[in-house]
């Protein structure tokens, strides 16, 4: 017990150490797991032994509480892949990734044949394992990078999407492939499972309780699991939810595994056919903490049963099918690109980022040892692949970012000449973006004329439809300001997207037009915070007043009078302006300092509202309608 203990802790000490590390270097999540594992694995393997532990069987307990995390990954994945929204992607869907996966697998294949004589069977189950790519990596990167919304994005979702169903039909597939490559001389003890039902049938037979078990665990999810919910959910009892939850994949999976099917195909087929039901949500939000937890320990164990010994015997091999790998798959996902049409940015990013070897192929290489499908080496040296696969990966999407999407930007809309402003307008506005543009109309429609400037092509050819005149170029620059007539300005509006740009052009105005009246968009507190500093009276945060309008039209909901509603928020937005202003200077001069002066301040704004509600209650003077009236009778 103590021996499970230290390595319990060691354990979670080093994920919570590397992990949040290899996120931020930007290598991902999946990668600190591996990592943590290897460092892991060389302690067991050179120090376990010196203070008597058995790092073996520690390792193979282990490794049957990760394999529980798999299963629990593949039910959320299934909860996740709604069958109306399959449907409705299957062509995008069949097209990225059934080509994808289809031609990888036949390319490894005959690879594995041709230049390594290898078996059929053992070429199609390689061929298999190495089709699938990281989506755990894949997806955080797309996320965190804003290119999950683009074409080569959507086009790497849909070939990852059909990756994750393909994972099931696989893990059925392998042991029918290790049927063929068994002995047929073995006799009924050496094929014997302990309690697997399937193990004491004849193999023609065996097939046939896949088709049982699927109709068993429709049967189940479809008729008796929704009622079940409902009856639990009416306790209001979150724990028992979630016990019911984790007991639903428990008893799938101890089912499946009675039949000598894989677990995870009948968690998986769960979870599609609930993907329908109106518990779907709360049932990924209990089992998410635990699925998250036992797949970290699942890398880790993959990372601890890395063979360091192996890859420094046999350091050319691995390398030049690492390389092998990434070229193939690329290969490969060019031609698909190719069929979908993509473009030249769109296609780099589709091929670059599902280059590499996926987490699937972990527990389909153990899967495949077990079965006798692989030898050990072979699944030891295709692990080790797979991981340097994974950890190449983000220096390609460093490539594409760094060189290829720079190279990608075309000069008519990055280096589109400055447009020749012909007209002298007393309100000149900064940016017609979504801020800028009520400013502008509201303009417009009281008789004064605007010159509005903008940088971005697309926007401004879409407001030259709608009529607007809008010229293009960079409001920083002096050249264009004097062009547009700053000198006989009255009023600069400054509402561009970028804070930093806002804060430039207005240090610039500053220095070189003072004389101008600034009215400046805030994005948040921050940049507010700064526009005060700088000395600038007019700022306004962009949804301030949205905002407050909305709480003004709550609190006429939850029963308030409309006078009061309407006293609430006037009263609100004149303290918050106030406050804004105060913490301002605080911020610039010592920010610990700030936090604990804010909060104070903001205590003290609520009891100030709290009081103004219990005094005015009863008033009869409607002065919620009448802003001015307010705010002098408050001062």
């Not at 399959?86 to 230049?115: D, N």
């Not at 939810?241 to 998986?268: K, W």
């Not at 991981?387 to 190449?392: E, V």
């Amino acid at each position: 017990m103590t021996e499970a203990f230290i390595i319990a802790s060691v354990f979670l000490s080093l994920a919570v150490l590397l992990v949040p590390l290899a996120n931020r270097i930007g290598l991902g999540s999946v990668l600190g797991y591996l990592f943590a594992g290897a460092i892991i694995g060389v302690m067991l393997t050179y120090m376990a032994p010196l203070i008597g532990f058995k790092s073996d069987e520690l390792l193979e307990q282990l490794n049957h509480a990760s394999e529980f995390g798999v299963v629990l990954m593949l039910f959320l994945i299934g909860l996740e892949i709604q069958p109306s929204q399959l449907w409705r992607m299957k062509s995008t869907i069949m097209a990225a990734g059934g080509l994808q996966v289809g031609l990888t697998a036949l390319l490894v294949m005959l690879i594995a044949i041709l230049v390594f004589d290898l078996t059929w069977q053992m070429g199609l189950a390689i061929g298999l394992t190495l089709a699938l790519s990281s989506t755990a990596i894949i997806m955080q990167t797309l996320s965190e990078k804003g290119w999950q919304n683009s074409i080569g994005g959507k086009a790497s979702f849909a070939a990852l999407l059909f990756q994750d169903i393909a994972v099931i039909p696989i893990i059925a597939i392998l042991p029918l492939l290790a049927m063929s490559t068994n002995s047929a001389h073995q006799s009924h003890e050496e094929i014997s499972h302990g309690l697997e039902i399937v193990s004491y049938l004849p193999s023609w037979a065996q097939p046939f309780v896949v088709v049982i078990a699927i109709v068993i665990v429709y049967i189940l999810s479809r008729f008796l699991i929704n009622p079940l919910f409902h009856y639990i959910a009416k306790a209001r009892q979150k724990e028992i939810f979630t016990t019911a939850a984790l007991g639903l994949v428990t008893l799938i999976a101890a089912i499946m595994s009675l039949l000598g099917i894989s677990p995870a195909l009948g968690v998986f087929i769960a979870g599609v056919i609930l993907s329908e039901s109106e518990y779907r949500h709360q049932i990924e939000a209990d089992i998410e903490p635990f699925k998250g937890l036992l797949l970290g320990i699942f890398f880790m164990t993959v990372g601890a049963a890395f063979n360091f010994t192996l890859f420094a015997s046999e350091p050319y091999l691995v390398l030049s099918l690492t390389v092998a790998l990434i070229s193939t798959k690329a290969l490969v996902l060019f031609m698909v690109g190719k069929v979908l049409k993509l473009k030249k940015i769109e296609h780099a990013l589709f091929f670059l980022a599902l280059a590499q070897g996926g987490e699937f192929a972990f527990v389909l290489l153990t899967l495949a040892v077990s079965n006798t499908v692989l030898p050990v080496y072979y699944a030891d040296i295709l692990r080790i692949v797979v991981a340097l696969s994974m950890a190449i990966t983000p220096l390609l999407f460093i490539f594409y970012e760094k060189v290829l999407l720079p190279r990608s930007i075309t000069p008519d809309k990055s280096e589109l000449p400055d447009d020749e402003i012909n007209e002298q307008n007393c309100v000149i506005i900064a940016g017609v973006g979504r801020f800028g543009q009520i400013v502008g109309r509201m303009m417009q429609h009281n008789n004064f004329k605007v010159t509005a400037l903008d940088n971005d092509p697309n926007m401004i050819d879409t407001l030259r439809i709608y009529g607007w005149k809008v010229f293009y170029g960079d409001a920083t620059r002096l050249d264009l300001l004097n062009s547009a007539g700053i000198e006989n300005a009255k009023v600069l509006v400054i509402a561009m997207d970028d804070p930093d740009k806002v804060l430039d052009l207005t240090r610039m105005i500053l220095q070189h037009y003072p004389h101008i009246e600034l009215f400046v968009r805030a994005r948040d507190r921050v940049t507010a915070y700064q526009l005060y500093n700088l000395g600038i009276i007019n700022v306004f945060r962009e949804t301030f007043e949205s905002s407050a309008s909305l709480g003004e039209a709550v609190l006429k909901e939850m029963g308030l009078r409309a006078y009061q509603a309407k006293r609430a928020k006037l009263l609100y937005q004149r303290e918050d302006e106030l406050l804004v202003r105060d913490l301002a200077q605080s911020w610039q001069d010592d920010k610990e300092k700030h936090i604990i002066y804010a909060q104070q301040k903001y205590a003290n704004l609520s009891e100030v509202l709290q009081n103004d509600v219990t005094h005015h209650i009863e008033e009869q003077i409607d002065l919620g309608w009448f802003e001015d009236r307010m705010n002098k009778s408050e001062n």
